[in-house]
C-alpha cells in the first residue's frame, strides 16, 4: 500500500499533491507526465505537467494509455484529474506549428466518451481551451468552487477545434456559447453549474477535497449506475436555435464593433450554428475545415505572436530573478484628476491602500467622486460586486497635505506635463518621503533623468507612464532612468503585474517609445490634409487598417482646445485655425467633423476642408490627390522607421517590446501583431526603399532611414525578433 502525502503548499508542485494521506492501492507511471492510481475499484489518471499541466505530447500520450490501461484492467470508473495548481490549462502554444506527436487530442477524448465505464473529470484551477474540451468528454465533470472554465481561443485569433464548438452549446445551450466563445470569458463553477456545464461542486475549495469529492461520485455512478452520457448525443439545448437565423444575426450585431476586422469571432459563430443545424459529426467537420483556415492565416499568427511578446516583455536582462523587489504596501498619488484618480483605482482594486493629494479640498473632492462614480458605473454593469464600490472607496484616502506621503511605499506623480513643476514636486517629495521609497513620474514624454537629478536619491526614481483612462488602459510604459536601482526597476514592473497592467521597460528620450513613434505619423497627417487629403480620408485609411479610430477623430475626442490659449493664438497651425473658428472637438459638437449632439455620430464637414484648403494656399502648399495607399504608408512607414532608432539606441529592448506598447497603448490591431511585426510581413526591403524615396521627396528628420532598418533589410533580418 502506497501512502500519498499531504498537498503542498500553494506554488508548489509535485507528483503526489493532490491527496491528503489517502491510501491507493497502486501507482503506475504511463508517461513523464501521467500516472495512474487506484483507489478500490476507482482509477485514478492523474496528469502532472508543470506549470498549468498544458496539453503537451507527453501528456497526450499518457492521458490515452492511461484511459485504456484502466479500462483493462478492470476498474468499474476513472476519474482524470491533475497536481498543481490547475486542471489541463488548454495547449502547449510552443507546440503550433509542430509535427504531431504522441496521441492527438481527439483520441484522447474518443477513449473518454467511449469507455465502457463512467469517466469523472475532477476540476480545480482553470479547464481553459483544450483543458474544457476534454473535460467536456468526460461523462461528468466534478469542481471545486474556486474553478474557472472558459473557450479563449478567441484571443489567439482561433476556435476551439477539438471539438468544443460543437459541445459545449450541448451543455451550456446556444445563446451562452456565442457569449463565452466570441470573447473568451471565463466562467465561475457557480455559473457553470447553473447552465449546465458541470454536475457538482465540491463542499471544500481545497484539492485533496476535490479528489475524494470526485471519488465518491464516481463510486455512486457505480452504485446508481449513471448513464454514460456522451454530450455529443445531447440535442436538447441546441433545438432551440436550429433554422433560427434572427438569433445568430442578432447576435453578431451585437458584437460587430468588438469584433470588427476579426476572423476568429466570425468562425466561432458559424462553427456555433454548425452545431445547431447539423449532426454531430457534420458539425465537427465545419469546425476542423474553419479551424485549419485560422491556424494556418496570418491573424492567429500575429495573436500567437502578441501573447508570447507580452510574456517576454517581463523579461529585462541585466536583472536577475533574484534581485530584491519592494515590499509595497501603500501607494500614494499625487493629482486627484483624471490620471491620478485612475492611477488610485488600479492600486485599490488589488488591495492596497492609497493616499491620493490634491492641492485644495475642492479639487480633491470633485477628483473622489469621479472615481466613486467610475467604481458605481462598474457595480451598475456587473464588472465588480456593489459591495466592492464602498470596500475600494475605503482603502483611498484623500488629502491636501504632501507630508502624508511620508509612510508611503510608492509615489506616483500625476501633475500636469512641465518639467519645472514636476522637478520642484520631487524636491517637495525628497524631503517626505521615508528612505527607500520609490518615486515614479507619470511622464509621457520628459527627460526622467531631469527629475531624479533634483533629489537626493535618483536610484530610487522611475518614470511610470500610465495611458488614460488609467484604470482601463492596460498598457505602462516604465521608463528607466540612468541610475535606476535594480530593486526599483524589479519593484515597477513587479507592481505593474500585480495591478494588473502589462508592463515594458524602456529608456529615456523624448516621447519614449509609443509617443515618439506617434510623433511621426502625426507630422505626416497634418502634412497631407495639407496636401490635398481630407482628414476623414486618412481616418478613414487608419480605421480600415484596423485603428479604433484615426488621429483627427482622437483629436476632436480628446479636445482642440487642451494647451490652447486665445489671447496667445496666432492662426499659425490648423488646429490653431480650427479653435479660432469656435471648433473645439466632441466637447462643442465642432472639430475637424460635426457631432449629432445626441449620438455623437460624425460627419465630415465641408467648412473644416475649406479652411484646410485656404490655410494651404495661404502656405504656397500644392493641393493634388492623394490616394489611400500613399495615405497609409506616409502614416505607418515613419512610425516603422521610428521603431528601428529605437532599437538601434537601446531605448527598447526588443522589437517584440514596441509591438505590445503599440497594441496595448495605442490601438494597434492585435491580428496585425503590431508595427515591428507586421513591418517584417510587408518586407524591410520594400518599406526601406519608401523611406529613403519619401525622405527625399518630403523631407523631416522621421523621414531620415533609419541605419538598423537598412542593414536588416539588407540582411534579410528582422524587427520583431531583434534584440539588444
Known amino acids: 500500500m502506497a501512502s500519498v502525502r499531504q498537498?503542498?503548499?500553494?506554488?508548489?508542485?509535485?507528483?503526489?499533491?493532490?491527496?491528503?494521506?489517502?491510501?491507493?492501492?497502486?501507482?503506475?507511471?504511463?508517461?513523464?507526465?501521467?500516472?495512474?492510481?487506484?483507489?478500490?475499484?476507482?482509477?485514478?489518471?492523474?496528469?502532472?505537467?508543470?506549470?498549468?499541466n498544458a496539453l503537451s505530447s507527453h501528456v497526450r500520450q499518457g492521458l490515452?494509455?492511461?484511459?485504456?490501461?484502466?479500462?483493462?484492467?478492470?476498474?468499474?470508473?476513472?476519474?482524470?484529474?491533475?497536481?498543481?495548481?490547475?486542471?489541463?490549462?488548454?495547449?502547449?502554444?510552443?507546440?503550433?506549428?509542430?509535427?504531431?506527436?504522441?496521441?492527438?487530442?481527439?483520441?484522447?477524448?474518443?477513449?473518454m466518451e467511449d469507455a465502457p465505464v463512467p469517466v469523472i473529470a475532477a476540476i480545480h484551477g482553470t479547464a481553459l481551451g483544450g483543458g474544457l474540451e476534454v473535460a467536456l468528454c468526460a461523462h461528468y465533470r466534478v469542481a471545486v468552487s474556486s474553478a474557472k472554465f472558459g473557450l479563449p481561443e478567441v484571443n489567439l485569433g482561433l476556435?476551439?477545434?477539438?471539438?468544443?464548438?460543437?459541445?459545449?452549446?450541448?451543455?451550456?445551450?446556444?445563446?451562452?456559447?456565442?457569449?463565452?466563445?466570441?470573447?473568451?470569458?471565463?466562467?465561475?463553477?457557480?455559473?457553470?453549474?447553473?447552465?449546465?456545464?458541470i454536475d457538482e461542486v465540491t463542499a471544500t475549495d481545497d484539492v485533496a477535497g476535490l479528489r475524494a469529492a470526485a471519488v465518491a461520485f464516481a463510486g455512486r455512478a457505480v452504485a446508481e449506475q449513471l448513464p454514460l452520457k456522451r454530450v455529443r448525443d445531447r440535442d436538447d439545448k441546441v433545438a432551440a436555435a436550429k433554422g433560427d437565423t434572427e438569433l445568430f444575426t442578432t447576435f453578431r450585431r451585437s458584437v460587430a464593433k468588438k469584433a470588427r476586422g476579426f476572423l476568429a469571432p466570425e468562425y466561432n459563430i458559424q462553427c456555433i450554428e454548425a452545431a445547431a443545424n447539423l449532426p454531430f459529426d457534420e458539425g465537427l467537420k465545419v469546425e476542423s475545415k474553419l479551424f485549419?483556415?485560422?491556424?494556418?492565416?496570418?491573424?492567429?499568427?500575429?495573436?500567437?505572436?502578441?501573447?508570447?511578446?507580452?510574456?517576454?516583455?517581463?523579461?529585462?536582462?541585466?536583472?536577475?530573478?533574484?534581485?530584491?523587489?519592494?515590499?509595497?504596501?501603500?501607494?500614494?498619488?499625487?493629482?486627484?484628476?483624471?490620471?491620478?484618480?485612475?492611477?488610485?483605482?488600479?492600486?485599490?482594486?488589488?488591495?492596497?491602500?492609497?493616499?491620493?493629494?490634491?492641492?485644495n479640498q475642492e479639487a480633491l473632492d470633485k477628483g473622489l467622486a469621479v472615481v466613486r462614480k467610475n467604481y458605481e458605473r462598474s457595480a451598475s454593469r456587473g464588472s465588480i460586486p456593489a459591495e466592492a464600490v464602498e470596500q475600494r472607496m475605503a482603502l483611498i484616502t484623500g488629502s491636501t497635505d504632501k507630508a502624508d506621503f511620508a509612510d508611503c511605499d510608492i509615489v506616483i506623480e500625476a501633475v500636469f506635463e512641465d518639467m519645472e513643476l514636476k522637478q520642484s514636486i520631487f524636491k517637495e517629495l525628497d524631503g517626505i518621503c521615508k528612505p527607500g521609497a520609490l518615486l515614479a513620474s507619470n511622464t509621457s514624454a520628459l527627460d526622467v533623468n531631469k527629475i531624479a537629478a533634483v533629489t537626493s536619491r535618483p536610484e530610487s526614481v522611475i518614470g511610470m507612464h500610465f495611458f488614460s483612462p488609467a484604470n482601463v488602459m492596460k498598457l505602462l510604459?516604465?521608463?528607466?532612468?540612468?541610475?535606476?536601482?535594480?530593486?526599483?526597476?524589479?519593484?515597477?514592473?513587479?507592481?505593474?503585474?500585480?495591478?494588473?497592467?502589462?508592463?515594458?521597460?524602456?529608456?529615456?528620450c523624448p516621447g519614449f517609445v509609443g509617443n515618439r513613434m506617434l510623433f511621426s505619423r502625426g507630422a505626416e497627417s497634418e502634412r497631407m490634409i495639407l496636401e490635398g487629403a481630407t482628414p476623414a480620408q486618412v481616418d478613414r485609411v487608419l480605421f480600415d487598417f484596423g485603428f479604433p479610430m484615426g488621429p483627427f477623430a482622437m483629436s476632436d475626442l480628446a479636445g482642440l482646445d487642451i494647451g490652447w490659449k486665445e489671447e496667445k493664438s496666432s492662426g499659425s497651425t490648423i488646429r490653431e485655425v480650427l479653435c479660432e473658428n469656435g471648433r473645439r472637438g466632441q466637447k462643442n459638437g465642432r472639430g475637424y467633423y460635426t457631432y449629432d449632439p445626441e449620438t455623437r455620430e460624425s460627419t465630415p464637414d465641408p467648412e473644416v476642408e475649406q479652411l484646410?484648403?485656404?490655410?494651404?494656399i495661404g502656405k504656397g502648399i500644392e493641393q493634388r490627390t492623394i490616394t489611400d495607399q500613399e495615405v497609409l504608408e506616409r502614416c505607418l512607414y515613419p512610425m516603422v522607421n521610428e521603431g528601428a532608432k529605437i532599437l538601434d539606441e537601446g531605448i527598447a529592448i526588443r522589437g517584440s517590446d514596441i509591438d505590445v506598447v503599440w497594441v496595448n497603448g495605442y490601438g494597434w490591431p492585435v491580428y496585425r501583431g503590431g508595427p515591428m511585426f507586421w513591418a517584417d510581413s510587408v518586407g524591410l526591403a520594400e518599406i526601406a526603399e519608401k523611406v529613403q524615396q519619401y525622405g527625399e521627396s518630403l523631407g523631416g528628420r522621421h523621414w531620415e532611414l533609419s541605419p538598423l532598418l537598412r542593414r536588416l533589410a539588407d540582411e534579410s533580418g528582422a524587427l520583431h525578433t531583434f534584440t539588444n
Open 612 to 616: 484646410i484648403k485656404d490655410f494651404a
Open 292 to 359: 485549419v483556415e485560422l491556424v494556418t492565416g496570418s491573424q492567429s499568427a500575429a495573436q500567437r505572436y502578441a501573447f508570447f511578446a507580452e510574456r517576454a516583455a517581463n523579461k529585462i536582462p541585466d536583472i536577475g530573478k533574484d534581485t530584491p523587489i519592494l515590499d509595497i504596501e501603500r501607494c500614494g498619488v499625487l493629482g486627484a484628476g483624471t490620471m491620478g484618480g485612475g492611477i488610485a483605482m488600479n492600486f485599490a482594486n488589488v488591495g492596497i491602500p492609497v493616499t491620493i493629494v490634491e492641492r
Open 159 to 197: 476556435l476551439p477545434g477539438a471539438g468544443g464548438t460543437q459541445r459545449l452549446p450541448r451543455l451550456v445551450g446556444v445563446p451562452m456559447a456565442l457569449e463565452m466563445m466570441t470573447s473568451g470569458r471565463h466562467i465561475s463553477s457557480t455559473e457553470a453549474l447553473d447552465n449546465g456545464l
Open 477 to 508: 510604459e516604465n521608463v528607466r532612468g540612468d541610475k535606476s536601482s535594480d530593486t526599483v526597476v524589479a519593484t515597477t514592473m513587479a507592481v505593474g503585474k500585480r495591478i494588473g497592467k502589462i508592463p515594458v521597460m524602456v529608456g529615456v
Open 64 to 111: 490515452f494509455d492511461g484511459l485504456n490501461r484502466a479500462v483493462s484492467d478492470g476498474a468499474k470508473a476513472i476519474v482524470v484529474i491533475c497536481d498543481g495548481r490547475t486542471f489541463i490549462a488548454g495547449a502547449d502554444i510552443s507546440e503550433f506549428g509542430s509535427a504531431m506527436k504522441g496521441a492527438s487530442l481527439q483520441q484522447v477524448q474518443a477513449a
Open 7 to 52: 498537498p503542498l503548499e500553494s506554488g508548489q508542485h509535485g507528483g503526489d499533491c493532490l491527496t491528503d494521506e489517502v491510501t491507493a492501492t497502486s501507482a503506475t507511471t504511463i508517461s513523464e507526465s501521467v500516472r495512474l492510481e487506484t483507489e478500490g475499484d476507482v482509477a485514478l489518471v492523474i496528469v502532472d505537467n508543470p506549470p498549468v
